[in-house]
Protein backbone atom coordinates (compact mmCIF):
# COMPACT_ATOMS: atom_id res chain seq x y z
CA UNK A 1 0.00 0.00 0.00
CA UNK A 2 1.07 3.34 -0.93
CA UNK A 3 1.20 6.18 2.12
CA UNK A 4 2.70 9.51 2.87
CA UNK A 5 4.35 10.15 6.33
CA UNK A 6 4.82 14.01 7.42
CA UNK A 7 6.56 13.63 10.96
CA UNK A 8 6.48 17.24 12.03
CA UNK A 9 2.47 18.24 13.06
CA UNK A 10 3.59 21.62 13.66
CA UNK A 11 6.51 23.33 13.04
CA UNK A 12 7.18 27.14 15.04
CA UNK A 13 9.83 28.69 13.54
CA UNK A 14 10.48 33.13 14.06
CA UNK A 15 10.26 35.04 10.44
CA UNK A 16 13.01 35.63 8.80
CA UNK A 17 14.09 31.96 9.53
CA UNK A 18 14.84 28.99 7.53
CA UNK A 19 12.63 26.34 7.43
CA UNK A 20 12.06 22.96 5.88
CA UNK A 21 8.86 20.84 6.06
CA UNK A 22 9.37 16.82 6.18
CA UNK A 23 7.70 14.50 3.90
CA UNK A 24 8.67 10.93 3.17
CA UNK A 25 6.33 8.21 1.14
CA UNK A 26 6.07 4.79 0.51
CA UNK A 27 5.06 3.48 -2.75
CA UNK A 28 5.79 -0.44 -4.79
CA UNK A 29 5.28 1.96 -8.19
CA UNK A 30 7.16 4.99 -9.20
CA UNK A 31 5.03 8.69 -8.13
CA UNK A 32 4.49 12.02 -9.01
CA UNK A 33 5.28 14.22 -6.25
CA UNK A 34 3.28 17.19 -5.03
CA UNK A 35 3.38 20.38 -1.56
CA UNK A 36 -0.09 21.77 -1.42
CA UNK A 37 -0.58 24.95 1.12
CA UNK A 38 -4.11 25.40 2.96
CA UNK A 39 -4.24 28.63 4.60
CA UNK A 40 -7.30 28.94 7.01
CA UNK A 41 -11.04 28.50 5.92
CA UNK A 42 -9.33 27.93 2.38
CA UNK A 43 -8.97 25.25 -0.91
CA UNK A 44 -5.56 23.66 -1.25
CA UNK A 45 -3.47 25.58 -3.69
CA UNK A 46 -0.69 24.05 -5.36
CA UNK A 47 3.24 25.07 -4.33
CA UNK A 48 5.03 22.81 -6.32
CA UNK A 49 5.29 19.29 -7.84
CA UNK A 50 8.28 16.77 -9.45
CA UNK A 51 6.90 14.59 -12.39
CA UNK A 52 11.10 13.81 -13.62
CA UNK A 53 14.01 15.35 -14.47
CA UNK A 54 15.82 17.93 -11.81
CA UNK A 55 15.31 16.46 -8.49
CA UNK A 56 15.54 20.31 -7.18
CA UNK A 57 12.19 22.01 -8.17
CA UNK A 58 11.13 25.67 -7.16
CA UNK A 59 7.63 26.77 -6.98
CA UNK A 60 5.69 29.44 -5.91
CA UNK A 61 5.76 31.96 -3.05
CA UNK A 62 10.12 31.05 -2.81
CA UNK A 63 9.52 27.70 -1.64
CA UNK A 64 11.61 24.42 -3.21
CA UNK A 65 11.78 20.99 -2.65
CA UNK A 66 14.28 18.18 -3.43
CA UNK A 67 13.40 14.65 -4.29
CA UNK A 68 15.60 12.00 -2.99
CA UNK A 69 14.63 8.50 -4.31
CA UNK A 70 16.69 6.45 -2.22
CA UNK A 71 15.46 8.17 0.38
CA UNK A 72 11.92 8.13 -0.61
CA UNK A 73 11.89 11.61 0.46
CA UNK A 74 10.42 15.36 -0.92
CA UNK A 75 11.01 17.86 2.11
CA UNK A 76 10.19 21.30 1.31
CA UNK A 77 12.02 24.35 1.99
CA UNK A 78 12.17 28.12 2.06
CA UNK A 79 14.89 30.09 3.25
CA UNK A 80 13.90 33.11 4.79
CA UNK A 81 9.61 32.62 6.20
CA UNK A 82 7.36 35.21 6.48
CA UNK A 83 4.47 35.89 8.73
CA UNK A 84 2.34 35.29 5.46
CA UNK A 85 3.77 31.90 5.28
CA UNK A 86 1.55 30.60 8.19
CA UNK A 87 -0.63 27.95 6.45
CA UNK A 88 -0.87 23.67 6.80
CA UNK A 89 1.45 22.23 4.20
CA UNK A 90 0.14 19.05 2.47
CA UNK A 91 3.03 16.51 0.99
CA UNK A 92 0.65 14.46 -1.86
CA UNK A 93 2.21 11.70 -4.31
CA UNK A 94 0.25 10.30 -7.23
CA UNK A 95 1.23 7.00 -8.80
CA UNK A 96 2.17 6.75 -11.65
CA UNK A 97 -0.19 3.85 -13.02
CA UNK A 98 -3.91 3.96 -13.73
CA UNK A 99 -5.04 5.18 -10.70
CA UNK A 100 -6.42 8.84 -10.59
CA UNK A 101 -6.33 9.59 -6.87
CA UNK A 102 -3.92 11.67 -4.78
CA UNK A 103 -2.64 9.94 -1.69
CA UNK A 104 -2.14 13.11 0.93
CA UNK A 105 0.42 12.93 4.36
CA UNK A 106 -1.35 14.45 7.37
CA UNK A 107 -0.19 17.95 6.96
CA UNK A 108 2.05 20.34 8.67
CA UNK A 109 1.20 23.11 10.22
CA UNK A 110 3.72 26.25 9.77
CA UNK A 111 3.34 28.72 12.35
CA UNK A 112 5.74 31.79 11.74
CA UNK A 113 6.22 33.94 14.83
CA UNK A 114 7.12 38.12 14.99
CA UNK B 1 -6.59 32.66 -14.99
CA UNK B 2 -10.12 30.56 -14.56
CA UNK B 3 -10.08 28.09 -11.37
CA UNK B 4 -12.67 25.20 -10.72
CA UNK B 5 -15.71 26.47 -8.82
CA UNK B 6 -17.30 24.87 -6.21
CA UNK B 7 -21.38 26.02 -4.81
CA UNK B 8 -22.51 26.00 -2.50
CA UNK B 9 -19.76 27.52 -0.47
CA UNK B 10 -21.02 26.48 2.69
CA UNK B 11 -24.06 23.82 3.70
CA UNK B 12 -26.06 23.25 6.45
CA UNK B 13 -28.20 20.03 6.81
CA UNK B 14 -30.31 18.11 9.28
CA UNK B 15 -29.42 14.39 9.79
CA UNK B 16 -31.41 12.03 7.06
CA UNK B 17 -31.31 15.05 4.80
CA UNK B 18 -30.22 15.32 1.64
CA UNK B 19 -27.27 17.42 0.13
CA UNK B 20 -25.76 18.14 -3.88
CA UNK B 21 -22.64 19.64 -4.37
CA UNK B 22 -21.64 21.24 -7.51
CA UNK B 23 -17.91 21.08 -9.15
CA UNK B 24 -17.53 23.52 -12.46
CA UNK B 25 -14.18 22.45 -13.28
CA UNK B 26 -11.46 24.74 -14.72
CA UNK B 27 -12.23 25.26 -18.79
CA UNK B 28 -10.83 22.39 -20.89
CA UNK B 29 -10.03 20.23 -17.76
CA UNK B 30 -12.03 16.68 -18.69
CA UNK B 31 -10.89 15.12 -15.74
CA UNK B 32 -12.70 15.70 -12.18
CA UNK B 33 -12.26 14.10 -8.40
CA UNK B 34 -14.26 14.86 -5.25
CA UNK B 35 -12.19 14.69 -2.18
CA UNK B 36 -13.56 14.76 1.70
CA UNK B 37 -11.19 16.64 4.55
CA UNK B 38 -12.53 16.28 7.87
CA UNK B 39 -11.52 18.39 10.74
CA UNK B 40 -8.10 18.29 10.98
CA UNK B 41 -7.39 15.53 8.70
CA UNK B 42 -5.79 15.26 5.45
CA UNK B 43 -8.14 14.67 2.18
CA UNK B 44 -9.06 11.56 1.24
CA UNK B 45 -10.57 10.57 -2.08
CA UNK B 46 -13.90 9.52 -2.98
CA UNK B 47 -14.18 9.54 -6.45
CA UNK B 48 -13.34 10.60 -9.96
CA UNK B 49 -14.47 10.95 -13.64
CA UNK B 50 -12.81 11.27 -17.03
CA UNK B 51 -14.64 12.26 -20.24
CA UNK B 52 -18.17 11.77 -18.08
CA UNK B 53 -17.16 8.02 -16.91
CA UNK B 54 -16.38 7.01 -13.70
CA UNK B 55 -12.53 6.65 -13.83
CA UNK B 56 -11.23 5.77 -9.90
CA UNK B 57 -13.46 5.01 -7.04
CA UNK B 58 -11.20 5.52 -3.23
CA UNK B 59 -13.61 5.57 0.05
CA UNK B 60 -16.72 6.93 -1.25
CA UNK B 61 -20.08 5.59 0.94
CA UNK B 62 -22.51 3.81 -0.34
CA UNK B 63 -24.90 6.70 0.14
CA UNK B 64 -22.73 8.85 -1.90
CA UNK B 65 -23.11 9.31 -5.35
CA UNK B 66 -21.50 11.09 -8.38
CA UNK B 67 -21.84 12.10 -11.88
CA UNK B 68 -19.98 14.05 -14.42
CA UNK B 69 -22.40 15.82 -16.99
CA UNK B 70 -21.80 16.66 -21.06
CA UNK B 71 -20.43 20.37 -20.01
CA UNK B 72 -17.61 18.78 -17.84
CA UNK B 73 -19.00 19.93 -14.38
CA UNK B 74 -20.00 16.69 -11.44
CA UNK B 75 -22.17 17.03 -8.62
CA UNK B 76 -21.61 14.70 -5.71
CA UNK B 77 -25.16 13.56 -4.45
CA UNK B 78 -24.90 12.81 -0.28
CA UNK B 79 -27.69 11.13 1.03
CA UNK B 80 -29.68 10.02 4.76
CA UNK B 81 -26.70 12.09 5.89
CA UNK B 82 -25.18 11.68 9.30
CA UNK B 83 -23.33 13.67 11.60
CA UNK B 84 -20.08 12.17 10.71
CA UNK B 85 -20.70 13.70 6.99
CA UNK B 86 -19.27 17.02 8.61
CA UNK B 87 -16.28 18.06 6.34
CA UNK B 88 -15.14 20.05 3.54
CA UNK B 89 -15.67 18.23 0.10
CA UNK B 90 -12.67 19.18 -2.05
CA UNK B 91 -13.19 19.14 -5.97
CA UNK B 92 -10.02 19.23 -8.60
CA UNK B 93 -9.87 19.29 -12.01
CA UNK B 94 -6.95 18.15 -14.67
CA UNK B 95 -6.73 18.32 -18.45
CA UNK B 96 -5.59 15.25 -20.17
CA UNK B 97 -2.52 17.05 -20.93
CA UNK B 98 -1.76 17.50 -17.30
CA UNK B 99 -3.35 14.38 -15.91
CA UNK B 100 -0.76 14.23 -12.55
CA UNK B 101 -1.47 17.39 -11.52
CA UNK B 102 -4.67 18.58 -10.21
CA UNK B 103 -5.84 21.97 -9.31
CA UNK B 104 -7.94 22.03 -6.14
CA UNK B 105 -11.38 24.13 -6.31
CA UNK B 106 -12.32 26.18 -2.42
CA UNK B 107 -14.34 23.48 -1.27
CA UNK B 108 -18.02 23.56 -0.09
CA UNK B 109 -17.94 23.12 3.91
CA UNK B 110 -20.99 21.02 4.73
CA UNK B 111 -22.46 20.96 8.44
CA UNK B 112 -24.48 18.21 9.65
CA UNK B 113 -26.73 18.92 12.81
Known amino acids: AQSVTQLDSQVPVFEEAPVELRCNYS??????LFWYVQYPNQGLQLLLKYLSGSTLVKGINGFEAEFNKSQTSFHLRKPSVHISDTAEYFC????????????FGSGTRLLVRP | AAGVIQSPRHLIKEKRETATLKCYPI?????VYWYQQGPGQDPQFLIS???????DKGSIPDRFSAQQFSDYHSELNMSSLELGDSALYFCASSPWTEQETQYFGPGTRLLVL
Open chain 1, 27 to 32: SSVSVY
Open chain 1, 92 to 103: AVRLMDSSYKMI
Open chain 2, 49 to 55: FYEKMQS
Open chain 2, 27 to 31: PRHDT
